[in-house]
């Protein structure tokens, strides 16, 4: 079974850290792109960050970049999203996908994977 699930989410204060981690099963891990992306409420989905099939390209939305760090593990099959200094505007559900295909990253319709989302929150 074809399967990505995200995990990591939940509350934190402002200026902390969380770290996502997103599990792939049913496909071969390295022959995909992994990509994060967010959706806040009354929000359209957003691009977060990107790591190739081959890890040795990142891509970062410019709100996150400096504070955000994407990683993957291929003997694992999972990829990471290492979240520094959290601001409120950071809160969402935190979406993992999967792609084979090539194009723009933050394009979520590029994606054949997702995840079912977790949810982070940022508050005092």
């Known amino acids: 079974q074809l399967q990505v699930v995200e995990s990591g989410g939940g509350l934190v204060q402002p200026g902390g850290s969380l770290r996502l981690s997103c599990a792939a099963s049913?496909?071969?891990?390295?022959?995909?792109?992994i990509a994060w992306f967010r959706q806040g409420p009354g929000k359209e989905r957003e691009g977060v960050s990107w790591i190739s099939r081959y890890g040795d390209t990142k891509y970062y939305a410019d709100n996150v970049k400096g504070r955000f760090t994407i990683s993957r593990d291929y003997a694992k099959s999972t990829a990471h999203l290492q979240m520094n200094n959290l601001k409120p505007d950071d809160a969402a559900v935190y979406y993992c996908?999967?792609?084979?295909?090539?194009?723009?990253?933050?394009?979520?319709?590029?994606?054949?994977?997702w995840g079912q989302g977790t949810q982070v929150t940022v508050s005092s």
């Open positions: 049913g496909f071969t891990f390295d022959g995909y792109d």
């Open positions: 996908a999967a792609r084979t295909s090539w194009g723009t990253w933050s394009f979520p319709s590029l994606y054949d994977y």
